[in-house]
């Protein structure tokens, strides 16, 4: 009887550890998986958002047709898909990618977007073109408009209780009179807008890309010199 009572409680003890054994291995397993999860990117829809007001346009540039050409990107980055990430408060970093297009034709597209919207009457070719005299067709219309990308990424920095939204869009667009052939002008500009905000969403990181990109191509706009340009290649058709 004692002998049978002794085998009884060890093996209640035996199960009791195995047991607890099992759910240790268990949560260790769990912990392990949880840690080498692929994490998934954030994506961003890249739109040219225009302001409240457009510029009206000189009666005498209607006339002109507008090419533009694919927007090259120069970014010196490991990976040119990415455009940016959100950096979590224990450090983790997860990319954020476009949805749709990629940086060169986002910014293509946005001034395609920036140009119909004034008015203006644009080639339905998007050629490549290197900002150089001796690579402009004559078949690009009255003026070929391209440039290059050094700059296109937005961070989101999660901190509680503000998460920081900081982007940077930086390229040179060139403008060329087609029928010279000859480039006239190079313009440099750059768009850095910050938000801070006590929410975070994939929305408010495509707000403020959008925000940054537009600033910088009616940045380009504004200039009197592009406008000089406008008229006159205009007049050169009379």
């Known amino acids: 009887m004692i002998r049978y009572v002794i085998e009884y409680g060890y093996k209640r003890r035996y199960n009791l550890l195995s047991a607890i054994a099992l759910l240790l291995f268990a949560f260790c397993a769990a912990v392990s998986l949880s840690s080498c999860?692929?994490?998934s990117p954030y994506t961003i829809d890249i739109n040219y958002e225009p302001a409240d007001t457009t510029p009206a346009l000189n009666k005498n540039v209607w006339k002109l047709v507008l090419t533009v050409a694919k927007f090259n990107d120069l970014r010196q980055v490991k990976d040119k898909m990415e455009i940016g990430k959100v950096i979590k408060s224990d450090g983790t970093q997860i990319p954020i990618f476009p949805?749709?297009?990629i940086p060169s034709d986002a910014v293509t597209h946005a001034f395609k977007d920036y140009l119909t919207k004034a008015g203006n009457r644009l080639s339905t070719d998007t050629p490549d073109w290197d900002l150089k005299n001796d690579t402009i067709n004559k078949e690009w219309g009255n003026i070929v408009i391209g440039g290059n990308i050094h700059e296109f990424e937005i961070v989101c920095t999660k901190e509680f209780p503000i998460r920081k939204y900081t982007a940077k869009v930086k390229f040179v667009a060139g403008f060329a009179n087609v029928r010279k052939p000859e480039t006239i002008v190079k313009i440099t500009?750059?768009?850095?807008?910050t938000?801070?905000?006590v929410s975070f969403s994939e929305q408010k990181?495509?707000?403020v890309m959008n925000e940054a990109m537009s600033v910088a191509i009616r940045r380009v706009f504004e200039s009197e010199e592009i406008n000089r340009?406008?008229?006159?290649a205009a007049k050169q058709i009379d």
């Open 37 to 39: 999860a692929v994490v």
């Open 99 to 101: 949805k749709f297009r």
């Open 189 to 193: 500009v750059e768009s850095t807008p």
């Open 195 to 197: 938000v801070e905000h």
């Open 205 to 207: 990181i495509e707000e």
């Open 229 to 232: 340009i406008f008229i006159d």
